[in-house]
T-cell receptor, first 115, second 113 residues
């Protein structure tokens, strides 16, 4: 079974600064997907970024980028030029492949962006 | 294109009752997954339906069940409600089974008293 660990429950960052959210996971599989989802207060969860395990290149989406370390089973999210709208709960998720595939989520981290 | 919709958005039920929640996926999406979100346990996978068939099931008691219709709309049912069933129930749709690029609905907030 897969596990996803987000050890920091809360973080705070000044507007326009950069912040990194940590995530580690445990799996015996070689092929899988990793995701960061964002859940703003009282709003629906949206996909921020996706990484395929077979790709060595780290995924980027505008101000969001990941540092994927497969051997270390680490998958951190870097948010550059933080904006007030980035205030949300962020979930790291692991997606296995094949039969019985599903998403396994970490506990989440609450990120507050200060003006 | 319309997003994932869930009805009702809020629900208050009494212990012992049963409840049915509905989810309409994005047009063209055939897979619907359900999750339970609580402060203590976080997001936990309930089940996934694809082409009207349950493809995967999480570690929840048999009181939790679901189904999917030919138009891909899905319902989940919880029977004999317990206080611990109070949670935000999220539905997510994707194009195919095993496609983890899931799009989430706003959720149904269930309160059991």
């Amino acid at each position: 079974a897969q596990t996803v660990t987000q050890s920091q429950p809360e973080m705070s960052v000044q507007e326009a600064e950069t912040v990194t959210l940590s995530c580690t996971y445990d799996t015996s599989e070689n092929n899988y997907y990793l995701f960061w989802y964002k859940q703003p207060p009282s709003r629906q969860m949206i996909l921020v970024i996706r990484q395929e395990a077979y790709k060595q290149q780290n995924a980027t989406e505008n101000r969001f980028s990941v540092n994927f370390q497969k051997a270390a089973k680490s998958f951190s999210l870097k948010i550059s030029d933080s904006q007030l709208g980035d205030t949300a709960m962020y979930f790291c998720a692991f997606g296995n492949t094949g039969a019985n595939s599903k998403l396994t989520f970490g506990k989440g981290i609450t990120l507050s962006v200060r003006p | 294109k319309a997003g994932v919709t869930q009805t009702p958005r809020y629900l208050i039920k009494t212990r012992g009752q049963q409840v049915t929640l509905s989810c309409s996926p994005i047009s063209g999406h055939r897979s619907v997954s359900w999750y339970q979100q609580t402060p203590g346990q976080g997001l936990q996978f309930l089940f996934e339906y694809f082409s009207e068939t349950q493809r995967n099931k999480g570690n929840f008691p048999g009181r939790f069940s679901g189904r999917q219709f030919s138009n891909s709309r899905s319902e989940m049912n919880v029977s004999t409600l317990e206080l611990g069933d109070s949670a935000l129930y999220l539905c997510a749709s994707s194009f195919g089974t095993g496609d983890h690029e899931q799009y989430f609905g706003p959720g149904t907030r269930l309160t059991v008293t």
